[in-house]
């Protein structure tokens, strides 16, 4: 399973990461906003992904690589800003 190699790519790059405790917004440095549209980008085919799963069986596999492909976008993303000596910019209500 091709989203295996993603799960550990996702745990390599959060383990040199502050633990996450609040919403983020997208932002910071060039390199993280643009994964960050590459991550909305991916959340939007995986969404496309869903909605076929009644018409077509085998894209169970596909929707799993998706979502992990954008949750490690995102990580990437904090990992960007953390190489650029940019904080994560946090959500506030």
Same mark, same amino acid.
């Given at each position: ?22 919403? %983020? ?6 390199? =993280?906003? +643009? /994964?960050? @549209? ?23 596999? %596909? ?6 492909? =954008?949750? +490690? /976008?995102? @990580? ?18």
């Amino acid at each position: 399973d091709s989203y295996k190699e993603l799960e550990s790519a996702i745990d390599y790059f959060n383990d040199k990461l502050d633990e996450l405790r609040n919403f %983020i917004l997208p932002g910071g440095s060039k390199g =993280s906003a +643009l /994964l960050h @549209v590459a991550r909305t980008i991916c959340r939007r085919a995986e969404r496309r992904v869903v909605a076929l799963q009644n018409e077509v069986n085998s894209v169970k596999n %596909i929707v799993i690589f998706l979502n992990r492909l =954008s949750d +490690l /976008l995102f @990580v990437l993303s904090r990992f960007e800003n953390k190489c650029a000596g940019l904080p994560d910019i946090k959500w506030e209500k």
